[in-house]
Every structure is written in C-alpha cells, then in structure tokens.
C-alpha cells in the first residue's frame, strides 16, 4: 500500500521569500508525481506534475523529483499572500487498468505582507 | 472549460441516518471519484467509477454506497451516519490516461452529523 508523507505540516513565511514543501512516497513504481493547490473552502486544483527524474519550472514554481531516494518537492520562487493555501502532494501508479492517485496529508502554508 | 457542481455544501443529519451526496460534471469525463477529506489526514478514495454504471471500492468504501446511473452524475451515500464521520466530501472527475490524469474536483460538501 502506497503511503505518502508531506512536510512540514505548516509552514508560515514572509512574502517574497522562497519556500520549500516536501513529499516521500514508498513504492518505487510509482510513475506521476502532482501537486495540487486548495485555497480555503475551495476546490484543489492541479498545480504542477513530472514524471521523470529532474525539474521542472513554471513561472514561480519548481518541482524537483528524485525517484531514487523516493522524494519530490515543490519550491515557490518570491511567495506572495495569494499562494496561503494548503498544499497535496500526489503520487500516481497503475492498479490494473486504472491509474490511482494517493495523497498526503498536506502541508497548510501562510505567506504573510 | 468545465465545472463540478456539488450539492448540498452542507449536508446536517442524526446519528444513524442515511445520507446522500450528489455531483454533477459537465466536463463529459469518463471517471469520476469520491475523497472523503479530514484535517491532518489528506484525501482518501472511497469510491470510483470508470464509466456509467460502473463502480469501483476505494480504501475507504465500508460504510458507504456509491450510484453512476449517468456520465455525469455520481451521488454518495452515507449508509448511517455516525460523529466520527464528519468531514469534507470531494467530487472530482478525470480523463483516465494511461500517461497520467488530472483530476478536476468540485469545491465539496461538509457533512455534519449532530
């Protein structure tokens, strides 16, 4: 069974400041690596996702996978009040013919002005 | 673009009550999903269905019952509903591809058991 832990559990910076979300995974096998975003109240959305070792930016975001060590990592370039939001990571594998998302438990991050 | 519309937002019922949850796509997905959220403990699959009529248990399907009569609708049932099952329910709805899928969720719907 897929087990997926985030940390920190909370995190609170000053705007502008770079920060850093983590997430380790168990199952070697897994093949999507995804970040999705929840505003309070609100819907998550998909953020960013890889599949393959490395990184990968947009815009202000980079996330940087390491299957071998069994991590993946969101950073945020200059955070802003809008990013406060919780954070999911999300790991992706194959069961049967059917391609099974498990989450973490998130990481809540509140950038402050 | 899509949405996924979620109803009620807030559902209050007695202990022992069986309670439905209902969601509507209109993103003419194939599969769509139920997470059930709590704090601290991030979302949890209960049920899945990868086309109309079909259904799927999740990891944490005991205690409740799924229905996809049509595309895009797929309702919850809580079969009797006890305190410790208060939390968030999340719809969501994805295009299954082997490479990976997205899934687009609605904004959920509290449960609340009194």
């Known amino acids: 069974q897929q087990n997926v832990q985030q940390s920190p559990e909370s995190l609170i910076v000053p705007e502008g400041a770079r920060t850093s979300l983590n997430c380790t995974f168990s199952?070697?096998?897994?093949?999507y690596f995804w970040w999705y975003r929840q505003h309070s109240g609100k819907a998550p959305k998909a953020l960013m996702?890889?599949?393959?070792?490395g990184e990968k930016e947009e815009g202000r975001f980079t996330i940087h996978l390491n299957k071998a060590s069994l991590h993946f990592s969101l950073h945020i370039r200059d955070s802003q009040p809008s990013d406060s939001a919780l954070y999911l990571c999300?790991?992706?594998?194959?069961?049967?013919?059917?391609?099974?998302?498990?989450f973490g438990a998130g990481t809540r991050l509140a950038v402050c002005p | 673009g899509g949405i996924i519309t979620q109803t009620p937002k807030f559902l209050i019922g007695q202990e022992g009550q069986k309670l439905t949850l209902k969601c509507q796509q209109n993103?003419?997905?194939?599969?769509m999903y139920w997470y059930r959220q709590d704090s601290g403990k991030g979302l949890r699959l209960i049920y899945y269905?990868?086309?109309?009529?079909?259904?799927q248990k999740g990891d944490l399907s005991e205690g409740y019952d799924a229905s996809r009569e049509k595309k895009s609708s797929f309702s919850l049932t809580v079969t009797s509903a006890q305190k410790n099952e208060m939390a968030v329910f999340l719809c969501?709805?994805?295009?299954?591809?082997?490479?990976?899928?997205?899934?687009?969720f609605g904004e959920g719907s509290r449960l609340i058991v009194v």
């Open positions: 969501a709805s994805s295009i299954p591809r082997t490479s990976g899928n997205t899934l687009y």
């Open positions: 199952d070697s096998a897994s093949q």
């Open positions: 996702s890889i599949f393959s070792n």
């Open positions: 999300a790991v992706s594998m194959l069961s049967g013919s059917f391609n099974k998302l498990t």
């Open positions: 993103f003419n997905h194939d599969t």
């Open positions: 269905s990868i086309t109309e009529n079909d259904l």
